[in-house]
C-alpha cells in the first residue's frame, strides 16, 4: 500500500507538473502575444494615424528592384548625424532614398536589396536592413528606437538585423556583375564611442569591396532609378504633399493679414511657422525666406532681422514639411498693403511670365519649357521699359531657373526629362532689381518672386497652391484684413 500510495502522490506531482507547464508555456504566449500588441503601440507613431504604411514601402522596393540588372545588389546608406555645435546635434534627417525603400527614420543603418532572394550567409532573402539596436540608456535620452523586432513589426522589412553583424556578415560580393551604393556624399566623423556608426558601417563596405574591380562598383545608377521613381508621385504621397501646401497656403494667407510697417522680418516668419506647427507640419521645409526692401532682391536670405519699411516688398518663400514631403510657395507682400506704381508693374510682368510658364506643364513637354516661357515674357517686357537693351541681359535680373521638382526634398529628385503625370514641379519666376542695377533707380530694390507648386496631370496642370492669393487686387484686399496675431 506504502508504494501504491507512492505512485500514486508521484503521478499526483507528475500531472500537476505538466499542467503548472502547460500553463507557463500559455502564459508565455499570451504574454509574447500582449509584448507584441504592447511593442507595437509603443513602437508605432500612435500619435499620427495619417504617415505613409509599410505597403508604400514595400512597393516602392518591389519597383525598385525591376530597375535593378540581374545579378546585382544594392547598398542605400542612411544620411549622417549633423552636429549643431559642441554636443548638441541637429534634429536628425534621414536620408530621403533609405526612408523611401524602407520608412526607417533612424540614423546608422544601412538597407541591402538583391534583385532575386538569395541566401546571404545564413540568411535566405532579397531585403536586409541594418539597424540601431534597442538600448535603453539611450532612449531615455533620444527617444525610443525601433530595433530588430519593431522594423519587422512596423515596417514589415522581411530581415532586420543588428548593424553590429554588418561587419561580420559574408555577401559574398564577387559573385555579383554589379554593385550599386547610395552614400553620403560629404566626409564623415568617426564617432570614437560609437563602434556602429555611420562612419564604422562605411569602412566596413570599403573593407568588403577593396578587392572588388571598381567598374563593378556603381553610384550613378541607383541615382538615376530613384530619381525617376520618385519623380511620379503615388496616391499616398500626394495626400501628404497636397496637405503640406495646403497648410503653407494657411500660414501665407495668414502673413497677409498680418504684416505692417515697422515690424521685423522674423514676427513675419514666426506667424508663418506657427501656423505650420498648429496645423500639424513637422519643421519647415527648408530656412523661411522673408526678405524686405533690399532683401527681397537676394534670392535665399534667411536672417529675417530687418525692420520692414513701409515703403517696400517683402518676398515670403516658404514652405512646410508634412510627413517628409515638403511644400515651396512664394507671395511677394508690399508692407504697407499696397502695390507702388512701379511695383505693380513689376509685380504683373512676374505673374504674366508665371501664367505662362504653368501654361507649359503639360505632359510630353519637356522640363525646361516653363522656364522657356517665362523667361520670353520677362525678357520683353524688361526690354519694353528699358530695364535692358537685348535679351542676354535677362540675368542680371532674373538668374535661377523656373521649376525644380517638390516631394520629399523642396528640390526634389527627377529626370529633368520630359513633363510626366504625377509628378510635381514648381514654377516660380521672378525678377530682383537690386540698388546700383543699371537702370532708371525708380525700380531699384524692387525683389519679386511668385511660386506655386503645380501637379502634371493628363488633363492639364492642377496649382495645388492657388488657395494663396497672388493677384494685386486680391492680395491688397486681404492684407486689409485684421490678423488675430495683431490683436492686443
Request: proline share 4%; net charge negative; glycine share 6%.
Given at each position: 500500500m506504502?508504494?501504491?500510495?507512492?505512485?500514486?502522490?508521484k503521478?499526483?506531482?507528475?500531472?500537476?507538473?505538466?499542467?503548472?507547464?502547460?500553463?507557463?508555456?500559455?502564459?508565455?504566449?499570451?504574454?509574447?502575444?500582449?509584448?507584441?500588441?504592447?511593442?507595437?503601440?509603443y513602437?508605432?507613431?500612435?500619435?499620427?494615424?495619417?504617415?505613409?504604411?509599410?505597403?508604400?514601402?514595400k512597393?516602392?522596393?518591389?519597383?525598385?528592384r525591376?530597375?535593378?540588372?540581374?545579378?546585382?545588389?544594392?547598398?542605400?546608406?542612411?544620411?549622417?548625424?549633423?552636429?549643431?555645435?559642441?554636443?548638441v546635434?541637429?534634429?536628425?534627417?534621414?536620408?530621403?532614398?533609405?526612408?523611401?525603400?524602407?520608412?526607417?527614420?533612424?540614423?546608422?543603418?544601412?538597407?541591402?536589396?538583391?534583385?532575386?532572394?538569395?541566401k546571404?550567409?545564413?540568411?535566405?532573402?532579397?531585403?536586409?536592413l541594418?539597424?540601431?539596436?534597442?538600448?535603453?540608456?539611450?532612449?531615455?535620452?533620444?527617444?525610443?528606437?525601433l530595433?530588430?523586432?519593431?522594423?519587422?513589426?512596423?515596417?514589415e522589412?522581411?530581415?532586420?538585423?543588428?548593424?553590429?553583424?554588418?561587419?561580420?556578415?559574408?555577401?559574398?560580393?564577387?559573385?555579383?556583375?554589379?554593385?550599386?551604393?547610395?552614400?553620403?556624399?560629404?566626409?564623415?566623423?568617426?564617432?570614437?564611442?560609437?563602434?556602429?556608426?555611420?562612419?564604422s558601417?562605411?569602412?566596413?563596405?570599403y573593407?568588403k569591396?577593396s578587392?572588388?574591380?571598381?567598374?563593378?562598383?556603381?553610384?550613378?545608377q541607383?541615382?538615376?532609378?530613384?530619381?525617376?521613381?520618385?519623380?511620379i508621385?503615388?496616391?499616398?504621397?500626394?495626400?501628404?504633399?497636397?496637405r503640406a501646401?495646403?497648410?503653407?497656403?494657411?500660414?501665407?494667407?495668414?502673413?497677409?493679414?498680418?504684416?505692417?510697417?515697422?515690424?521685423?522680418?522674423?514676427?513675419?516668419?514666426?506667424?508663418?511657422e506657427y501656423i505650420?506647427?498648429?496645423?500639424?507640419?513637422?519643421y519647415p521645409?527648408?530656412?523661411?525666406?522673408?526678405?524686405?526692401?533690399?532683401?527681397?532682391?537676394?534670392?535665399?536670405?534667411?536672417?529675417?532681422?530687418k525692420?520692414?519699411?513701409?515703403?517696400?516688398?517683402?518676398v515670403?518663400?516658404v514652405?512646410?514639411?508634412?510627413?517628409?514631403?515638403?511644400?515651396?510657395?512664394?507671395?511677394?507682400?508690399?508692407?504697407?498693403?499696397?502695390f507702388s506704381?512701379?511695383?505693380?508693374?513689376?509685380?504683373?510682368?512676374?505673374?504674366?511670365?508665371?501664367?505662362?510658364?504653368?501654361?507649359q506643364?503639360?505632359?510630353?513637354?519637356?522640363?525646361?519649357?516653363?522656364?522657356?516661357?517665362?523667361?520670353?515674357v520677362?525678357?520683353?517686357e524688361?526690354k519694353?521699359?528699358?530695364?535692358?537693351?537685348?535679351?542676354?541681359?535677362?540675368?542680371k535680373?532674373?538668374?535661377?531657373?523656373?521649376?525644380?521638382?517638390?516631394?520629399?526634398?523642396?528640390?526634389?529628385?527627377?529626370?529633368?526629362?520630359?513633363?510626366?503625370?504625377g509628378?510635381v514641379?514648381?514654377?516660380?519666376?521672378g525678377?530682383?532689381?537690386?540698388?546700383?542695377?543699371?537702370?532708371?533707380?525708380k525700380?531699384?530694390?524692387?525683389?519679386i518672386?511668385?511660386?506655386?507648386?503645380?501637379?502634371?496631370?493628363?488633363?492639364g496642370?492642377?496649382?495645388?497652391?492657388?488657395?494663396?492669393?497672388?493677384?494685386?487686387?486680391?492680395?491688397?484686399a486681404?492684407?486689409?484684413e485684421?490678423?488675430?496675431?495683431?490683436e492686443?
Open positions: 506504502k508504494i501504491a500510495g507512492f505512485f500514486c502522490l503521478y499526483i506531482y507528475m500531472k500537476f507538473l505538466i499542467i503548472l507547464l502547460f500553463l507557463i508555456v500559455k502564459l508565455n504566449v499570451f504574454s509574447q502575444e500582449d509584448s507584441n500588441y504592447i511593442d507595437k503601440q513602437y508605432s507613431t500612435i500619435y499620427e494615424n495619417d504617415k505613409l504604411p509599410a505597403s508604400f514601402f512597393d516602392r522596393r518591389i519597383v525598385f525591376e530597375n535593378m540588372p540581374d545579378n546585382s545588389i544594392a547598398f542605400i546608406f542612411a544620411a549622417p548625424i549633423r552636429n549643431r555645435s559642441n554636443d546635434n541637429f534634429e536628425y534627417h534621414q536620408n530621403p532614398n533609405l526612408y523611401y525603400l524602407s520608412g526607417y527614420e533612424e540614423p546608422n543603418s544601412v538597407l541591402v536589396i538583391t534583385k532575386n532572394k538569395i546571404i550567409d545564413k540568411y535566405k532573402t532579397n531585403e536586409i541594418f539597424v540601431q539596436p534597442r538600448d535603453k540608456s539611450r532612449e531615455i535620452w533620444d527617444g525610443r528606437r530595433g530588430v523586432d519593431g522594423t519587422k513589426l512596423i515596417l522589412i522581411s530581415t532586420a538585423i543588428n548593424t553590429s553583424q554588418f561587419g561580420k556578415i559574408n555577401f559574398n560580393l564577387k559573385k555579383y556583375s554589379s554593385i550599386h551604393i547610395d552614400k553620403p556624399k560629404d566626409n564623415l566623423i568617426d564617432d570614437d564611442v560609437n563602434k556602429e556608426d555611420l562612419f558601417l562605411l569602412r566596413q563596405f573593407n569591396t578587392k572588388l574591380a571598381d567598374e563593378i562598383i556603381d553610384e550613378k541607383i541615382k538615376y532609378w530613384l530619381a525617376n521613381m520618385r519623380e508621385k503615388t496616391n499616398e504621397e500626394l495626400i501628404l504633399l497636397r501646401i495646403d497648410i503653407t497656403c494657411l500660414a501665407l494667407t495668414e502673413s497677409m493679414r498680418f504684416i505692417e510697417p515697422n515690424m521685423k522680418e522674423y514676427e513675419s516668419e514666426a506667424v508663418i505650420f506647427k498648429k496645423n500639424g507640419a513637422e521645409g527648408f530656412p523661411s525666406i522673408l526678405g524686405s526692401g533690399e532683401n527681397s532682391c537676394i534670392l535665399h536670405y534667411v536672417s529675417n532681422r525692420t520692414m519699411s513701409g515703403e517696400s516688398l517683402i515670403s518663400d514652405g512646410a514639411e508634412y510627413h517628409g514631403y515638403t511644400a515651396d510657395v512664394t507671395r511677394t507682400l508690399p508692407v504697407d498693403g499696397k506704381n512701379e511695383e505693380a508693374i513689376i509685380y504683373n510682368i512676374v505673374l504674366k511670365a508665371q501664367k505662362a510658364g504653368i501654361e506643364c503639360k505632359v510630353g513637354n519637356r522640363f525646361w519649357d516653363p522656364n522657356i516661357a517665362a523667361t520670353t520677362i525678357s520683353q524688361l519694353k521699359l528699358g530695364i535692358i537693351q537685348k535679351p542676354i541681359d535677362i540675368r535680373y532674373f538668374m535661377h531657373g523656373t521649376s525644380h521638382y517638390l516631394g520629399l526634398d523642396v528640390h526634389d529628385k527627377g529626370t529633368n526629362g520630359k513633363l510626366r503625370a509628378s514641379i514648381t514654377v516660380e519666376p525678377i530682383y532689381i537690386a540698388e546700383g542695377s543699371l537702370c532708371d533707380p525700380w531699384w530694390n524692387i525683389g518672386r511668385i511660386e506655386d507648386d503645380i501637379l502634371i496631370t493628363d488633363n496642370p492642377e496649382n495645388l497652391s492657388e488657395e494663396a492669393p497672388r493677384s494685386i487686387k486680391a492680395i491688397e486681404l492684407m486689409k485684421g490678423s488675430l496675431f495683431n492686443e
